[in-house]
């Protein structure tokens, strides 16, 4: 499970993400394994993702949260049907 984010580091992340296009997209299937699959390597990848998410708008946020736990993220927020994810990446990959 990921950590919980402060209100600020929230905000910060929130403002990072917003020139950011969505780099995932979840179909009707819902969160595959090959979605989780791209999720987890778009958050080594990025650290920062947004993902659209096309449920209804009563799944959405369960989705969002399957995704963010399974990716072991935090979910920062959701504009619309795009999830906003974050994961730090771990120290022995390094400063890439």
Do not use: F, N, Y
Not at 10 to 32: N, W
Not at 41 to 56: D, P, S, T
Not at 66 to 84: K, N, T
Request: charge should be positive; proline fraction near 2%; charged fraction near 30%.
């Amino acid at each position: 499970m990921a950590r919980i984010l402060t209100l600020s580091e929230g905000r910060r992340l929130r403002a990072a993400a917003h020139h950011l296009k969505p780099v995932v997209q979840v179909g009707k299937e819902g969160v595959t394994a090959a979605v989780a699959a791209e999720v987890e390597r778009a958050l080594e990848a990025h650290e920062l993702i947004k993902v659209r998410l096309a449920a209804e708008r009563q799944e959405r946020d369960s989705e969002a949260r399957r995704l963010a736990d399974g990716a072991r993220a935090s979910l920062v927020g959701m504009i619309g049907a795009v999830a906003i994810l974050h994961r730090p990446r771990s120290d022995e990959e390094g400063g890439r």
